[in-house]
């Protein structure tokens, strides 16, 4: 059964590392759905975050192929419940809309948003939270023809889990 799961892999911050774990999800015809890559709590290694609608055995095989890839340390998958993740939103609105009591306060309060920068013509309007509560609000304000622009980044994700085995293998 297909399911979004989120591989996970600690890499040496090198040339073509990338490129090398993208090329396992194009090959078997995989669309990832978010992408990001951090520096990790270990000094000289980054976190590649992946997330893909596939199935735990297609998932299992791009683990194993991976991890036996030189630069990556570390990599594993799991699916949503194993892990906090959220992602992160900014929203393009006209600043009209702070003219319009209700509107605004749907904006800012009940979607858990804040204004981060405050022009003549545009607000930029941040928002944390899960693919679904960010989708939310972009379609309320593409109904109300508010949304001027729009970037989502990848998920953020760290384990549920205390997993101090995870800093041997790495380090």
């Given amino acids: 059964m297909k399911k979004e799961y989120i591989v996970i892999a600690f890499v040496n911050n090198q040339i073509s590392v990338l490129n090398r774990i993208t090329s396992a999800y194009l090959k078997r ?4 759905e978010s992408l990001n890559v951090s520096e990790s709590f270990i000094k000289g290694i980054s976190t590649v975050v992946i997330s893909a609608v596939t199935t ?6 791009i ?4 991890g036996n890839v030189i630069d990556i340390h ?3 998958y799991f ?14 609105i006209p600043s009209t809309i702070l003219k319009d009591k209700s509107q ?11 204004i981060i920068e ?6 930029i309007v941040e928002k944390s939270g899960s693919r679904i509560e960010l989708e939310k609000l972009k379609s309320k304000l593409e109904r109300k ?9 990848g998920n953020v994700v760290l384990h549920r889990e205390y997993l101090p085995e995870l800093l041997h293998k790495v380090s």
Avoid at 29 to 32: A, F, S, T, Y
Avoid at 104 to 114: A, E, G
Wanted: aromatic letters at 8%.
């Fill in 56 to 61: 735990a055995d297609e998932t299992e095989r």
């Fill in 118 to 123: 405050m022009g003549k013509e545009y607000l």
């Fill in 63 to 66: 683990v194993n192929q991976l």
């Fill in 145 to 153: 023809k508010l949304l001027a622009g729009y970037s989502r980044s």
């Fill in 29 to 32: 015809h995989i669309n990832i």
């Fill in 74 to 76: 570390k990599v594993d």
């Fill in 104 to 114: 605004s306060d749907y904006i800012l309060n009940h979607s858990n948003s804040r």
């Fill in 79 to 92: 699916s949503q419940e194993d892990l906090i993740y959220k992602e992160m939103a900014l929203y393009k």
